[in-house]
């Protein structure tokens, strides 16, 4: 999916290092865990439904 808006956030520093700190566990960016964890907040309050997965061949 083609990513075609930008967000800033101002977050606490906590937030932050949690962030970082997956990202790094991860080996990812920190806008691809912030993305992440955002898309994943939205389905969990039913304001984004899942994107289809695509199946296996």
Same mark, same amino acid.
Do not use: Y
């Given at each position: 999916?083609k990513?075609?808006?930008?967000?800033t956030v101002r977050v606490?520093?906590?937030v932050q @290092? /949690?962030?970082?700190l +997956?990202?790094?566990?991860?080996?990812?960016?920190?806008a691809?865990v912030?993305?992440k964890?955002?898309?994943e907040?939205? @389905? /969990?309050?039913?304001l +984004?439904?899942p994107?289809e997965?695509?199946p296996?061949?």
């Amino acid at each position: 999916m083609k990513k075609l808006s930008v967000l800033t956030v101002r977050v606490e520093p906590d937030v932050q @290092e /949690a962030i970082s700190l +997956l990202a790094e566990e991860d080996e990812r960016s920190v806008a691809w865990v912030t993305r992440k964890l955002l898309r994943e907040a939205l @389905e /969990a309050r039913q304001l +984004l439904t899942p994107p289809e997965k695509k199946p296996a061949d």
